[in-house]
C-alpha cells in the first residue's frame, strides 16, 4: 500500500471515530423526539444558527472558485446567490419556523395534519415519496 493512501485513510478513520465520539457524548443527554429534533428547546440565538447554516452548505470549492469566476467573468452572480440565500433565511425562519413552535410539531407531515386536516396531507407526501 502506497505510504500516502495510508496516511489518508487513517485520516479519514480518525475523522468518522472523532464525529461519531461527539454526537455520541453530545447526544447523552437526549430523552425523547423534542431533545433530538429541537436541541432540548434551549435557547440559541438566530444569528449563530444562520450562520451554521450558510457555513455547512458553502463548500471550499466556493470559496476557492467563486472569486476567481467574479474577478475573470466581472460580475456579481454569486455574491447574488448569497445575499439571496441570507435572504430567504430569514424568511423562512419567520414564515415556516414559528408555526412549528406555535403547533408545537416537529416534522412537515405533523404541521400540516395539524394545519390543513388529515385529508390534505397526503399531496406531499405522494409528491416526495
Given amino acids: 500500500m502506497d505510504s500516502r493512501l495510508a496516511i489518508d485513510s487513517a485520516v479519514l478513520l480518525l475523522y468518522f471515530v472523532l464525529i461519531i465520539s461527539i454526537?455520541?457524548?453530545?447526544g447523552r443527554k437526549?430523552?425523547?423526539?423534542?431533545?433530538?429534533a429541537l436541541g432540548g428547546r434551549q435557547n440559541c440565538r438566530g444569528g449563530p444558527m444562520l450562520a451554521s447554516l450558510i457555513a455547512a452548505e458553502t463548500s471550499a470549492g466556493?470559496?476557492?472558485?467563486t472569486p476567481g469566476e467574479g474577478f475573470t467573468f466581472r460580475?456579481?452572480?454569486?455574491?447574488?446567490l448569497a445575499l439571496g440565500t441570507i435572504l430567504a433565511r430569514i424568511l423562512v425562519s419567520y414564515i415556516f419556523i414559528k408555526?412549528?413552535?406555535?403547533?408545537?410539531?416537529y416534522s412537515i407531515y405533523e404541521y400540516l395534519t395539524a394545519a390543513?386536516?388529515?385529508?390534505?396531507?397526503r399531496t406531499p407526501r405522494q409528491r416526495f415519496s
Avoid at 454526537?23 to 453530545?26: A, E, N, S, T, V
Avoid at 437526549?30 to 433530538?36: H, I, K
Avoid at 460580475?75 to 447574488?80: A, D, E, F, S, W
Fill in 116 to 121: 390543513l386536516r388529515r385529508r390534505r396531507r
Fill in 30 to 36: 437526549e430523552e425523547n423526539l423534542a431533545d433530538f
Fill in 99 to 105: 408555526p412549528y413552535y406555535d403547533y408545537k410539531v
Fill in 62 to 65: 466556493t470559496f476557492f472558485g
Fill in 75 to 80: 460580475n456579481y452572480t454569486y455574491l447574488q
Fill in 23 to 26: 454526537g455520541l457524548y453530545m
